[in-house]
Antibody, heavy 118, light 106 residues
């Protein structure tokens, strides 16, 4: 059974760094791309970036300067780190499996809710 | 960047109605278009990929069509469990989502 679960801090102060872990089961990270998508009140659903099955990454230019995606295949985990957080980064952050390696997200985690506030 | 425009933003329909949701891209996306359903408090769920391919486990009352810049999601007979927000997403050039159509029961 394919499962994804995000864990994150809940509350982050402005200018600080957000770290979210996506733990997966039921499939291998070396066989699928893993995407990060967020949903904010201001911009709705936004693609953030992905890590390929081989481990290389691509980022949305909107976030490129402050976003990093990595993984630990031995722990079945994918990591999102974004620095210089602003209040408008408040939202729900999702990891999703990309089953065709090109933007078709067939399984999603339940999302990690993040509030950026002092 | 490719912009995705969904219409209407809110749609009220009755159980059993045929419902049509629209999605327009700012340029040709060559059928690289997915539809997702998001129920309140849940993650998006893939319904249709590559314009008209039904994802495994999705009821056949859902269908997709379109080409070029104009795409449609159709629900042939609306059921109460279809109340949700529906998003289109292009993947011809990176990935962008529409703002969604909220579907409610009349």
């Amino acid at each position: 059974q394919v499962q994804l679960k995000e864990t994150g801090p809940g509350l982050v102060q402005p200018t600080q760094t957000l770290s979210i872990t996506c733990t997966v089961s039921g499939f291998s990270l070396t066989s699928y791309y893993m995407q990060w998508v967020r949903q904010t009140p201001g911009k709705g659903l936004e693609w953030m970036g992905f890590i390929r099955s081989g481990g290389s990454t691509e980022y949305n230019s909107e976030f490129k300067s402050r976003l990093s995606i990595s993984r630990d295949t031995s722990k079945n985990q994918v990591f999102l780190k974004m620095n210089s957080l602003k209040t408008e980064d408040t939202g729900v952050y999702y990891c999703a499996r990309d089953f065709r390696g090109g933007g078709v997200m067939d399984a999603w985690g339940q999302g990690a809710s993040v509030t950026v506030s002092s | 960047d490719i912009q995705m425009t969904q219409s209407p933003s809110l749609l009220s329909a009755s159980v059993g109605d045929r419902v049509t949701l629209s999605c327009k891209a700012s340029q040709n996306i060559y059928k690289y278009l997915n539809w997702y359903q998001q129920k309140l408090g849940e993650a998006p769920k893939l319904l249709i990929y590559y314009t008209n391919s039904l994802q495994t486990g999705i009821p056949s009352r859902f269908s997709g069509s379109g080409s070029g810049t104009d795409y449609t999601l159709t629900i042939s007979s609306l059921q109460p469990e279809d109340v949700a927000t529906y998003f289109c997403q292009q993947y011809n050039s990176w990935y962008t989502f529409g703002a969604g159509t909220k579907l409610e029961l009349k």
